[in-house]
């Protein structure tokens, strides 16, 4: 089985069954030395570690969350914690791996038909192609429900896209891209699959990202793509469908966060031990000892909520209020765990090979996808009041 995490200070990994355990144990050792040794290279030079794709084909982790392809029968709260080990690792990678396993293959999930699913769950799962999630445009980002303005236009058995999108992970290099538009007929959001190269269809790389910069965003340009019906998502009706599927993603968007913040915990346990200054270890002092248990006590109030919120995915009751309360506590909390981490290296947080400054920068793109902070909270609110203060 995996060995114990420091940073889980309550053992919650002891919930995961033997067999979890055991897969867990070869993720980490996947994670320990092909992955995190290289991940400030990849971050620095801006560039996705796209050369990793058959190694997660290999390990399950494209497949894991749908009963036709997972190599073995799961938990979404194992799920959860591979989410939160990857990211412990490098936030980019899990974010690189997320959009592809997690809000393409959800959206085929809940959204395909039994054909639709046959053809493009196992490839997806076995790595063959890349797919991307295509959501955000340029004008609309938290009012996508009301707001997207890429039209599909219904020509006999094809529909016409039209539209513009923005900052979509794996956009200028995914074989398949889900796209949603709306029905210029019914002004309905639908979905589509997107199979590239397609003419007038272009994916430009976003540059001089400073956050999760390892993750190539696109711009997404829709002049005419012609998609044949076949190709629409056809449980997919409106934009509340839509929801289900970004639902079902964002508790694992809450243990990303968490593991950027046991990432940064970790580095800066190990630096405070062993930096000196006015001839003792600065783990020494007092001040620091406070960072250091705050740092700790944000994960382990994180870990107790990332827990429960996959174990209501479990048991099937899981709200949207349930996944935004997570998504929105833990990154705000990640992001006073990380600045507390960055601060007690001083002058070499703000420096890559210090094993901090990543996890600080990415920690800003966490917070804000997948619903802002400020968006989480309104789904919780509207939960608690039983008013929607942003429609
Ligand atoms: P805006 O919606 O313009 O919000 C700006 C600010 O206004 C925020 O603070 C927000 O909380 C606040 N605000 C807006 N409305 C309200 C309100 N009613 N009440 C209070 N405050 C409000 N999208 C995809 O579709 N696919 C992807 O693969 C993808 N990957 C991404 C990767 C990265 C690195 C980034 C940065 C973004 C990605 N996104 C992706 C887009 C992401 O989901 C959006 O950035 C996010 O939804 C916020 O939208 P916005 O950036 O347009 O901000």
Redesign the pocket.
Known sequence: PAAPLAADFYGFQAQLSPTEQQHLARIREFLDTEVAPFADDFWDRAESPKHLWPRFAELGLFGHAFAETAQFENSNVYRGWVAMEISRADPSTA?FLG?HSG?AMTSIDVGGSPEQKAEWMPRLARGELVA?????EPG????TAKGLETTAERRGDEWVLNGA?R???N?AFADLVVIWARDVADDQVKGFLVRTPATGFTGTKIKR?Q??RA?E?ADIVLEHVVVPESDRLPAIRSFRDVAIVLRLTRGDVAWQALGVAVGAYEATVRYATSRLQFGKPIAGFQLVQQKLAIALSNITASFAMCMRVSQLQDEGVQGDHHSAMAKAFVTVRMRETVALCREVMGGNGIQLDHGVARYFADAE?IY????????NN?IVGRAITGIA??V
């Open positions: 974010t959009v809000l991307a999630f295509g959501l955000t609309h980002g938290s009012d999108k900052w979509i992970g956009g990202k956050s999760l993750v965003n793109a804000t996808v997948e619903g802002t902070y400020d968006m309104l203060a942003f």
